[in-house]
């Protein structure tokens, strides 16, 4: 059983950035594809980052393109979502998740994912 634990999140300007952290715990880290969601108010929760168990590859949404970047830590157990040019649409509970996988392939949909943390408040004001 595998425990996330996210941090970082809070109140922010448009154009601000914001550094998001998850603390794994409960499983070899290693081992698992991390991914971050959010869910926006009334919309369902969406992808917006992943990265593979050694972290070669990452995916990232459209939306977050160009302004979002996934790493990870493996010998700290820790995933980060840093995010720059903040915007209001970025505003959201965004959620850390880990799916144990023997190859390194991404996975974009929130099904996928078998662990979730309790998520974190992402406020972007105009």
């Known amino acids: 059983q595998v425990q996330l634990v996210e941090s970082g999140g809070g109140l922010v300007q448009a154009g601000d950035s914001l550094r998001l952290s998850c603390a794994a715990s409960g499983g070899t880290f290693s081992r698992y594809v991390m991914g971050w969601f959010r869910q926006r108010p009334g919309k369902a929760r969406e992808f917006v980052a992943a990265i593979s168990q050694s972290g070669s590859k990452t995916d990232y949404a459209d939306s977050v393109k160009g302004r979002f970047t996934v790493s990870r830590d493996n010998a700290k157990n820790t995933v980060h979502l840093q995010m720059n040019n903040l915007k209001p649409e970025d505003t959201a509970v965004y959620y850390c998740?880990?799916?144990?996988?023997?190859?390194?392939?991404?996975?974009?949909?929130?099904?996928?994912?078998?662990?979730w943390g309790q998520g974190a408040q992402v406020t972007v004001s105009s």
């Open positions: 998740a880990a799916v144990f996988r023997i190859t390194e392939v991404l996975r974009t949909t929130s099904k996928r994912y078998d662990y």
